[in-house]
């Protein structure tokens, strides 16, 4: 198993344009997260499932937020008309099965430059 | 106030000084992280703490408890542990809540 995986690692973009990410979690891990970072700030929740249910979202999930797991498996985060203060490290980090007291396993992450 | 607040916030020190970063929380929690993260992103767990201390190699991590308190300590530092470090406390839901981060620089 090579970890949590993410892409793309860096994505530029064009004000207003949608961007999607990918993030392929550690197989047996039914758990999967997603954060947001910026600059000199430490990550921030946004949204978490267990398998495909989407159980939790932060109010920095704006309407133009959406994030999928339809089979369970990887997670997409795609933002709608990007604004340059979505540029960020978005990170994604998945844990197994038992619900306390996991280790948490990150991704890379991939980071959005919206010019 | 944050509910994690680590300090300080940065720190610099010469190779094969002993290093202390602290972590203070205002909340109940499960279980207390401490992460790396080199420059270009990627966070790797350094260890999960829900009471004592723990050890691995040259890094020790302790909790208190009682008083909200956790240190993450570096014992002869070496350029190499050059990197941000971050506390991340798990409550009742599984997400986690991190702190700002404290950036080390080791010189040689």
């Given at each position: 198993d090579t970890g949590v995986s993410q892409n793309p690692r860096h994505k530029i973009t064009k004000r207003g344009q949608n961007v999607t990410f990918r993030c392929d979690p550690i197989s047996e891990h039914n758990r999967l997260y997603w954060y947001r970072q910026t600059l000199g700030q430490g990550p921030e929740f946004l949204t978490y499932f267990q398998n495909e249910a989407q159980l939790e979202k932060s109010r920095?999930?704006?309407?133009?937020f959406s994030a999928e797991r339809p089979k369970g498996s990887f997670s997409t985060l795609e933002i709608q008309r990007?604004?340059?203060?979505?540029s960020a490290m978005y990170l994604c980090a998945s844990s197994p099965r038992?619900?306390?007291?996991t280790e948490a396993f990150f991704g890379q992450g991939t980071r959005l430059t919206v010019v | 106030k944050n509910e994690v607040e680590q300090s300080p916030q940065n720190l610099t020190a010469q190779e094969g000084e002993f290093i202390t970063i602290n972590c203070s929380y205002s909340v109940g929690i499960s279980a207390l992280h401490w992460l790396q993260q080199h420059p270009g992103g990627g966070i790797v767990s350094l260890f999960m703490l829900s009471s004592g201390k723990k050890k691995h190699g040259r890094l020790i991590a302790t909790i208190n408890i009682q008083e909200k308190h956790s240190s993450l300590h570096i014992t002869a530092s070496h350029p190499r542990d050059s990197a941000v470090y971050i506390c991340a406390v798990r409550r009742n839901t599984d997400k986690l809540i991190f702190g700002t981060g404290t950036r080390l620089q080791v010189f040689p």
């Open positions: 920095l999930l704006s309407d133009r990007t604004e340059q203060g979505d038992q619900r306390m007291n | -």
